[in-house]
């Protein structure tokens, strides 16, 4: 069920003044224009998935433009725009409206990363970290008591979140890490790290997995837990609209109330997570492509070479032609995807699929970009460099390529008899 409670937020943020109208300077022109070669039932299923998109367009080009330079330059997140973020209804947008969230969709979250990601991925990947790492990983593993502890401080921004899996020695072979929790009275004890953990220096709690007896295990720890810390901000490539850092567990006692579900159980909770998860990078990579397509046309028309609008020449055409066709393919794949996951069906297959040939996506396309913009595009003054930077990470988070075509083959070939 879609959320009426977030339909109802977006109207009173949209009254209110704290999103702002859409400027005359063509950004959405072509978001509009391009989605009737589409059944618009792929993109916007419901009027609240259109609404959701409106409001989500709006914000980004009011709130989040503005401040993505800066904060790519700063390389941390802006906390006070993730808790608007919340006020809009956004940060618990896959847990059900009794729960205190909007209770939308897959299609929900597709729609609010690819509108974010137009304009400033890193603080969408902070989102992504929040929304969908911490608070969806959390709703559904939790029990009433750790809802009731952490729920609503998460939802509203109160509190920050993100999820810490990855170790130095342990990346996409999850079963391999070596962080340990034993049982201690009435507490765990954790003892190891977890390293490029986004939103790792800001979080106030962390979805964390260690190993009980070789058994993966889901715990909530808190800043505040005894024996936890988290290293300096670690210094990156793109995306750093968001920050990540090591977490260490050094004796870190947590309260065995804190243990999500049960001993054992935590692959569970990581793999059905990862499906939507992937969803939201896809998308992300298509926010990212279709932005450079729309600053190619922009610029392809103004700018002049020998007489003429480079647009009319062949080389230029081919990289907006292919590039909206690229971002056009992956925009279908990623929405059509997403009517099949949710969080009582599975779709590994889907989720890989989509992840392997959208990812690419968004780097190709800046990449063209940058070449039709020459050394415009090179510059901080424009946007694609900063796009460019960005885009290489969803290549490798949530899933290295590689790992998506290992899965691919390995479920596809138990489909045969």
């Not at 950004?27 to 391009?34: E, I, N, S």
Request: proline share 3%; glycine share 12%; with cysteine.
């Amino acid at each position: 069920m879609l959320g009426v409670g977030l339909r109802m937020v977006g109207a009173v943020a949209l009254r209110s003044g704290r999103v702002g109208a859409v400027g005359a300077n063509g950004v959405r022109g072509l978001a509009v224009t391009h989605e009737g070669m589409a059944s618009d039932e792929l993109f916007n299923p419901t009027e609240a998935h259109r609404q959701l998109r409106d409001m989500c367009r709006e914000f980004a080009v009011s709130r989040i433009d503005p401040q993505a330079i800066e904060y790519d330059k700063k390389g941390y997140l802006n906390k006070d725009l993730l808790r608007e973020v919340g006020q809009l209804g956004l940060l618990g947008i896959t847990v059900p409206e009794e729960h205190g969230g909007s209770g939308m969709d897959a299609t929900a979250v597709c729609i609010v990363h690819h509108e974010f990601s137009k304009y400033d991925p890193g603080f969408t990947l902070a989102y992504l970290a929040h929304s969908m790492l911490f608070v969806n990983n959390f709703f559904y593993a939790s029990n009433d008591e750790q809802k009731s502890r952490f729920l609503d401080a998460v939802i509203s921004g109160e509190k920050i979140g993100a999820m810490g899996m990855t170790e130095p020695g342990a990346g996409t072979d999850v079963l391999g890490m070596t962080t340990q929790a034993r049982r201690d009275g009435d507490e765990y004890v954790l003892n190891g790290a977890k390293t490029y953990i986004t939103n790792g220096p800001e979080a106030d709690v962390f979805h964390v997995y260690a190993k009980v007896d070789g058994r993966v295990s889901a715990f909530i720890v808190e800043r505040s837990s005894p024996g936890f810390s988290t290293s300096n901000p670690i210094s990156k490539c793109g995306m750093r609209g968001s920050s990540m850092a090591e977490l260490v567990f050094e004796n870190c006692r947590v309260p065995k109330e804190n243990l999500l579900g049960e001993e054992g159980k935590g692959v569970v909770h990581m793999m059905r997570n990862l499906e939507i998860e992937r969803l939201a990078l896809a998308a992300m990579s298509v926010g990212i492509a279709e932005r450079c397509v729309e600053t190619m046309i922009d610029f392809s028309k103004t700018r002049k070479a020998f007489g003429s609008p480079i647009h009319e020449f062949g080389q230029i055409q081919r990289y907006i032609g292919e590039g909206f066709a690229l971002m056009e393919a992956a925009k279908a794949l990623t929405y059509n995807t997403a009517k099949t996951v949710t969080p009582s069906t599975k779709n590994r297959i889907g989720s890989d699929a989509v992840k392997l040939f959208a990812a690419p996506v968004g780097k190709i396309v800046a990449d063209n970009a940058m070449q039709v913009l020459g050394g415009a595009g090179y510059c901080t003054e424009y946007h694609i460099e900063r796009l460019w930077r960005d885009a290489k990470l969803i290549e490798i988070g949530g899933g290295t390529l590689e790992a998506h075509q290992k899965n691919l083959v390995k479920d596809l070939m138990q489909l045969v008899h």
